[in-house]
């Protein structure tokens, strides 16, 4: 299962008409990195749970990818918890379950090996420097919330019995909060590549530098800039750690730095961060 139900709210404006799954990092849609990693797990059966602008993401899904998909629209965000319970009728095996807004590749067979009598194994690594995640610790196995040098990194491997320990009265809740910090929970310490586009600041460092999407037209300079699908950056305009949304175009003297540009329903959208 892949969570993509989220509003990219920190990446607005330009997660207004584009939900963030299909935001692209080194041009590629984000949740194709989700998608790629469990193909080649050889998985070949997703759910995908959504609410914001739904029909985008599905449709990229279903014609980019010789894959089964399952798509759990949710009319208000459940959280991760709720998200589980919703698609259980789909979930009746041990399953994988990943953040749609996070490109990493968990290492799945050391997770499926990990969880033994535990009720799901979480994949850990230490946090990036200079960032604030909620702290866990690895001890004899098992993770302990609140406390630690280690933070929880978004996949999970998820027994059936899960399902047992799902509130039965809430619909709308964490998986974290509700359960793991009640029972038996595994982990696996992972410090591979791991990037968290919650911001664009992290959208950037993922990007890893200036990338230039299809059709686009760059006459100007660009750095460490991400300019997306069918964009125009003519003569004269300058752009420093921007990110450009697709079908922008941006003429005449110009300097911007720290900025997300789009197009709004009255014209140019720029957004500084």
């Given amino acids: 299962m892949i969570l993509a139900a989220g509003f990219g709210t920190r990446l607005h404006p330009i997660t207004l008409t584009l939900p963030k799954p299909l935001v692209p990092v080194r041009n590629k849609p984000l949740i194709a990195y989700a998608v790629e990693n469990y193909l080649r797990a050889g998985v070949d059966e997703i759910v995908v749970n959504l609410h914001h602008l739904p029909d985008l993401i599905e449709r990229y899904l279903t014609d980019t990818f010789d894959c089964t998909f399952h798509f759990s629209r949710e009319e208000k965000i459940l959280g991760t918890g709720g998200a589980l319970k919703r698609a259980r009728h789909l979930l009746t095996e041990e399953f994988f379950l990943v953040n749609g807004d996070t490109i990493q590749s968990p290492p ?9 009598d535990a009720v799901a194994t979480l994949s850990l690594r ?18 302990t919330f609140g406390t630690g040098d280690l933070m929880f990194s978004g996949a999970h491997a998820i027994g059936p019995e899960i399902f047992d320990y799902l509130p039965e009265n809430e619909d709308q809740f964490s998986i974290v909060d509700s359960v793991y910090k009640h029972v038996a929970v595994a982990g696996v310490i992972d410090d591979g590549p791991w990037f968290d586009i919650g911001t664009p600041q992290r959208y950037l460092e993922a990007n890893g530098g200036t990338t230039i999407g299809a059709r686009s037209v760059v006459e100007g300079t660009l750095h460490n800039t991400a ?25 005449g003297d110009m300097q911007l730095s720290r900025s997300m540009i789009c197009n709004g329903a009255e014209g140019l959208v720029i957004a500084r961060f």
Wanted: hydrophobic content about 40%; glycine content about 10%.
């Fill in 227 to 251: 300019v997306w699908d069918d964009c125009r950056i003519g003569r004269g305009v300058v752009l420093t750690d921007c990110i450009v949304a697709h079908g922008v175009e941006l003429v």
């Fill in 126 to 143: 230490h946090p990036p420097p200079h960032d604030k995640f909620t702290p866990v610790s690895l001890e004899n196995g098992r993770v």
């Fill in 108 to 116: 799945f067979d050391a997770m499926r090996r990990a969880r033994g």
